[in-house]
């Protein structure tokens, strides 16, 4: 589904990412680990448009991403849950969903997506006419997954949606990515908690330094105990 060839990302002069390739297959859930500075971030904001390669390639379902502006990956299938949820505080979360389907494709459909992030996040339903600041930080991370899921992707992608959360909401917060996943959804999920993000994944990659240094089954990975020292904190 997803093909990343030979990927270059720079800040000014210093390299972010140095020839990063992996494949992303359909209704796949793919963990990025690696410690702080690694990269993950700048992968996800860079498969996500935000960041533009200097080269490499992006291609989803045949199609070239590399050139495509910011605004039209949405559009493309792509949809994200940024680092810190970013959500609009001074309004709804009910207006915060409705975002999500802003495309026509996506807004036609948004009684049913509505009902559906529902199902996935229960507790925003008497949450719908609070203002999306009022919230919690777990509750603020469902509107943020619920509003990428507006926009009916076919991929998701996720940066550390463990962040500043409480032990009882990761596991749920997991629970409901590990649902959206078993119902078709592709994923990329980044996160910093090594042992959520194996648990769920059907594989993984550490990144360091940039650079991908290992990919595989989490079981295989984790089974390796330099990769556990060094870039898991195992």
Wanted: charged content about 25%.
């Amino acid at each position: 589904m997803l093909e990343v060839r030979d990927l270059d990302v720079f800040y000014g002069a210093a390299p972010a990412l140095r020839r990063v390739s992996l494949d992303l297959r359909k209704g796949e859930l793919l963990s990025v680990v690696g410690p702080n500075g690694a990269g993950k971030t700048t992968l996800i904001n860079t498969l996500a448009g935000l960041l533009r390669a200097r080269s490499g390639r992006l291609v989803i379902d045949g199609r070239e991403l590399t050139t495509l502006p910011a605004h039209r990956f949405c559009a493309e299938g792509i949809a994200i849950v940024p680092e810190g949820r970013r959500l609009f505080t001074g309004m709804t979360v009910r207006e915060n969903l409705e975002l999500g389907s802003f495309l026509p494709a996506a807004k036609q459909h948004r009684k049913a997506s509505l009902d559906a992030a529902i199902r996935l996040f229960p507790a925003l339903e008497a949450k719908l006419a609070s203002l999306a600041g009022d919230l919690s930080g777990g509750q603020q991370q469902m509107v943020a997954i619920a509003r990428a899921l507006m926009a009916r992707p076919r991929l998701l992608l996720l940066d550390e949606p463990s962040l500043g959360l409480s032990p009882l909401i990761v596991q749920e917060m997991f629970a409901a990515i590990r649902r959206v996943n078993d119902e078709g959804m592709t994923v990329l999920l980044v996160e910093q908690n090594v042992a959520m993000a194996m648990e769920v994944a059907h594989r993984a990659c550490v990144l360091e330094e940039g650079v991908i240094v290992a990919e595989g089954e989490p079981r295989v990975l984790l089974e390796r105990p330099e990769i556990r020292r060094a870039y898991l904190g195992l």
